[in-house]
């Protein structure tokens, strides 16, 4: 057992954590503008828009100092930015809990990833937390005993939200070169992009195009976003990606579902019994057995 291996994967898994509680408390403020008449559609193109304007001039900047941006590395780009966009969308399209559910089989497909792209073994222990994580949200999200087989747009839209995301962070695992910065603004501007390009199907649920003045009376509670959350929690996000294996990044990230329902539950007066009470403790053990079972072991040169 190499325990600087362990030590140096734990700061990364503490800040998956406290990013994952912050996206689990993320829909208050984006109720919060639904609610001031800001269309969610929209909302979810501004929410990368903005920050992809402000990292702009230091992106700028180091293009000077002959530095590197990360639009480069576009197919990371575009999965990771790709994946939040997709899973934000899908939260207009179809219930929230089978959105969540069927966003976080993305363990799963990382750790497919994981065995094809970087070789990794499938042991016992990955098997038990993607179990109890699975297993965990289904109660959660009041499953009914059938299987989540995707019914409209939002479902696929989730699906390939994980799917996204579980690509997405093997690429950033697997490409050590690229830095922080790089792979936050990357992650920002093409996650505008796609953003965009949903935005503009024809899908009703998508909303309408804000006025300027909308903009404009908007604006200061998306800059707060951004510098308070947004860019603070991608980046921890991203740095955990970047040291951390997909499928553990996968399990560490279901925490979210817990904060969510948690938080929906105290502030919203949305029910907590039995089934999330049950669930939140297996989501939990997913990522303990993740955490302390499954620990990173010394490579053999």
Same mark, same amino acid.
């Given at each position: 057992?190499?325990? /600087?291996?362990?030590?140096?994967?734990?700061?990364?898994?503490?800040? $998956?954590?406290?990013?994952?509680?912050?996206?689990?408390? !993320?829909?208050?403020?984006?109720?919060?503008?639904?609610?001031?008449? #800001?269309?969610?559609?929209?909302?979810?193109?501004?929410?990368?828009?903005?920050?992809?304007?402000?990292?702009?001039?230091v992106a700028i900047f180091f293009v #000077?100092?002959?530095?590197?941006?990360?639009?480069?590395?576009?197919?990371?780009?575009? !999965?990771?930015?790709?994946?939040?966009?997709?899973?934000?969308?899908?939260?207009?399209?179809?219930?929230?809990?089978?959105?969540?559910?069927?966003?976080?089989?993305?363990?799963?497909?990382?750790?497919?990833?994981?065995?094809?792209?970087?070789?990794?073994?499938?042991?016992?222990?990955?098997?038990?937390? @993607?179990?109890?994580?699975?297993?965990?949200?289904?109660?959660?999200?009041?499953?009914?005993?059938?299987?989540?087989?995707?019914?409209?747009?939002?479902?696929?839209?989730?699906?390939?939200?994980?799917?996204?995301?579980?690509?997405? /962070?093997?690429?950033?695992?697997?490409?050590?070169?690229?830095? #922080?910065?790089?792979?936050?603004? /990357?992650?920002?501007? !093409?996650?505008?992009?796609?953003?965009?390009?949903?935005?503009? $199907?024809?899908?009703?649920?998508m909303g309408h195009a804000p006025s300027?003045?909308?903009?404009?009376?908007?604006?200061?509670?998306?800059?707060?976003?951004?510098?308070?959350?947004?860019?603070?929690?991608?980046?921890?996000?991203?740095?955990?990606?970047?040291?951390?294996?997909?499928?553990?990044?996968?399990?560490?990230?279901?925490?979210?579902?817990? !904060?969510? @329902?948690?938080?929906?539950?105290?502030?919203?007066?949305?029910?907590?019994?039995?089934?999330?009470?049950?669930? /939140?403790?297996?989501?939990?053990?997913?990522?303990?057995?993740?955490?302390?079972?499954?620990?990173?072991?010394?490579?053999?040169?």
């Amino acid at each position: 057992m190499n325990q /600087s291996a362990e030590r140096s994967q734990f700061w990364p898994s503490v800040m $998956l954590v406290i990013a994952a509680a912050g996206w689990g408390l !993320f829909w208050i403020p984006l109720r919060a503008l639904e609610d001031a008449g #800001l269309d969610a559609g929209p909302a979810t193109v501004v929410q990368f828009l903005t920050p992809t304007l402000v990292m702009l001039p230091v992106a700028i900047f180091f293009v #000077l100092r002959g530095g590197k941006t990360g639009l480069g590395r576009w197919k990371t780009a575009f !999965f990771t930015g790709g994946a939040f966009a997709l899973y934000a969308d899908s939260l207009l399209l179809t219930e929230v809990a089978r959105a969540l559910i069927l966003f976080y089989v993305s363990p799963a497909w990382a750790t497919m990833f994981e065995v094809w792209l970087m070789k990794r073994r499938l042991n016992v222990a990955r098997v038990v937390a @993607i179990t109890l994580g699975v297993a965990g949200l289904y109660v959660i999200l009041g499953g009914d005993g059938s299987l989540p087989i995707p019914r409209n747009a939002g479902d696929w839209m989730a699906i390939a939200s994980g799917m996204f995301w579980a690509y997405g /962070s093997t690429r950033v695992r697997m490409d050590q070169e690229a830095g #922080l910065f790089e792979n936050v603004f /990357s992650f920002f501007a !093409f996650g505008a992009i796609v953003s965009i390009l949903l935005a503009l $199907l024809p899908i009703e649920a998508m909303g309408h195009a804000p006025s300027l003045a909308q903009l404009v009376e908007f604006l200061p509670w998306f800059l707060l976003i951004t510098f308070a959350f947004l860019i603070p929690a991608m980046s921890m996000q991203l740095y955990g990606a970047k040291h951390i294996d997909p499928g553990r990044v996968g399990i560490l990230f279901q925490t979210e579902a817990i !904060f969510g @329902i948690v938080s929906a539950a105290i502030l919203a007066a949305e029910p907590f019994g039995w089934p999330e009470g049950i669930g /939140s403790a297996l989501v939990v053990s997913a990522a303990l057995t993740e955490v302390f079972v499954n620990r990173p072991r010394a490579q053999r040169n």
